[in-house]
């Protein structure tokens, strides 16, 4: 079953330093999109980043990079050069086609990432 | 508006009462999708529409549930005979495209918070 692992409730990062966000994953399709949003507390979701199971390199979005490991099924989220306004609850999610799907995302339990200053 | 635009914010209501929520997507997007948010269940999907194709209720946990997206464009969720457990805050997020293409980006409003006392 499609399924999405997120094992760290709760982080803390310094102001300015790199952080990494676990994710892995689990699907039988060989076709498969990774995501992972945002949620700061006014409640939006706000798209960060996407990884397609078929890219030959890893994503990057600005500060936001996804080291994709397909091997280990896993797509981990760094933010580099932290910053306060990057406290939030972060979410992985995966939309595949599994089961005749149309492609809702299925998401993890999320992280809470706390930025010290 | 330039996002996917939910209203009410917030809902308090009865158990039992009917209530409906709003969702405006972002023009042009022809997939829409809800999504239920709760503390012990997380992200959940609910029900999808794209374009004039039967919408997906997979994901509707009761026959309570409804949803309607008229002329393509705005949708309303309605929840009838609320009970304590319906109280969770309602995503909506619509894509440009759905199905064929795993890199679809799914764009979310604020949510609805509904409260059932």
């Known amino acids: 079953a499609q399924k999405i692992t997120q094992t760290q409730p709760g982080m803390f990062v310094q102001e300015k330093e790199a952080v990494t966000l676990d994710c892995t994953y689990d699907t039988s399709d060989p076709s498969y999109g990774l995501f992972w949003y945002k949620q700061p507390s006014s409640g939006e979701m706000i798209f960060l980043i996407y990884?397609?199971?078929?890219?030959?390199q890893n994503a990057t979005e600005g500060r936001y990079s996804l080291n994709f490991q397909k091997a280990r099924k896993s797509a981990n989220l760094v933010i580099s050069a932290s910053q306060l306004g990057d406290s939030a609850m972060y979410f992985c999610a995966m939309r595949d086609f599994y089961g005749g799907s149309q492609g809702n995302l299925i998401f993890g339990k999320g992280t809470k990432l706390s930025v010290k200053p | 508006g330039a996002g996917v635009s939910q209203s009410p914010s917030n809902k308090v209501t009865e158990k039992g009462k009917d209530v409906e929520l709003r969702c405006d997507p972002i023009?042009?997007?022809?997939?829409l999708y809800w999504y239920r948010q709760s503390l012990g269940q997380g992200l959940e999907f609910l029900i999808y529409?794209?374009?004039?194709?039967?919408?997906?209720k997979s994901g509707l946990p009761s026959d309570r549930f409804s949803a309607e997206r008229t002329g393509g464009s705005v949708s309303t969720l309605t929840i009838q005979r609320t009970q304590q457990e319906d109280s969770a805050v309602y995503l909506c997020a619509s894509s440009l495209l759905a199905g064929g293409l795993a890199k679809n980006i799914q764009y979310f409003g604020a949510g609805t918070r509904l409260s059932v006392l």
């Open positions: 529409f794209q374009g004039n194709s039967a919408p997906d």
């Open positions: 990884q397609g199971s078929y890219d030959q």
């Open positions: 023009s042009g997007h022809t997939a």
